[in-house]
């Protein structure tokens, strides 16, 4: 990779970068997808996807909807950015060409490391969102069913989170950064979630040079011109000091 040749670069992050602080991934068993989190003996509860990240179910079980996301939101206060995170953040405040942090991840550890160039596209869990009107408010506590928005006054307001079936944000601001980027990389998302999965190619096709840095090797690693494995925490202060020379 020659840095000379980059000015605009993408970049998507999902789970990995999250999981050496703390938050736990997104697993699949057999034919199950799961999160996990534990009650407070410490004791591991999965959850099925079907059961707490569709519109089906926050229709069918707002409670247990609420209670994941409360839990979820609330583990937030326990966990910090890793040097993933902060080196990220480093890349988004000296680098002088455009550059686009995308992220999966509904934490705020890009933000709280000092990330500004930055778009949740699968919404965030300091986010309520009103179903009855659309109107986002900052949310940092628990958020039982029945909470009136304070735009339309409807008991309406659940987690801002995109759920399976639902459209990611902002999609025309990253289409657009994608097709004008020399530089897509990839880091901590198995590539199994779509669109985020299809940036690679969309990045490629308008001609940029495509790294992924990942644990294992993902659904997509054959898209990318170069796979990095390991930790976010090494390979990505490493990219970005090579970014920064
Ligand atoms: N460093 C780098 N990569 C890691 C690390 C680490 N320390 N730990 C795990 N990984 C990798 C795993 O190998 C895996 O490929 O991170 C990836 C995490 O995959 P998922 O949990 O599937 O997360 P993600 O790709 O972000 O999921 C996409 O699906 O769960 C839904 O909507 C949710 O935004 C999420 C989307």
């Keep these: 990779m020659v840095r000379q040749d980059i000015q605009n670069i993408v970049i998507l992050t999902g789970a990995g970068i999250s999981a050496e602080s703390g938050i736990a991934t997104f697993r699949t068993k057999g034919a199950v997808s799961y999160w996990e989190t534990t009650d407070e003996n410490g004791v591991p509860i999965l959850h099925r996807v079907e059961d707490v990240c569709t519109p089906e179910a926050l229709a069918r079980n707002p409670a247990l909807v609420h209670r994941f996301y409360d839990e979820r939101r609330a583990k937030l206060a326990t966990v910090s950015p890793n040097p993933a995170h902060e080196a990220l953040a480093a890349l988004d405040a000296a680098w002088p060409g455009e550059l686009l942090i995308v992220t999966q991840n509904v934490d705020d550890l890009h933000e709280r490391a000092g990330a500004k160039r930055l778009i949740h596209m699968h919404g965030e869990l300091q986010s309520a969102l ?7 408010v900052p949310w940092t506590q628990a958020l039982p069913p029945g909470t009136v928005c304070t735009g339309c006054g409807q008991p309406r307001l659940r987690p801002d989170i995109v759920f399976f079936g639902e459209m990611p944000y902002q999609m025309d601001v990253i289409d657009e ?69």
């Design 130 to 136: 009103c179903a009855a009107c659309g109107k986002a």
């Design 177 to 245: 950064a994608l097709r004008r980027a020399d530089l897509f990389v990839s880091i901590g998302t198995s590539g199994a979630v779509y669109p985020a999965a299809g940036f690679v190619q969309t990045a490629r096709h308008a001609g940029a040079r495509t790294l992924e840095l990942n644990l294992d090797p993902s659904a997509g690693s054959d898209y990318f011109d170069e796979t990095r494995l390991g930790p976010a925490s090494l390979l990505v202060p490493h990219l970005v000091r090579h970014l920064l020379e």
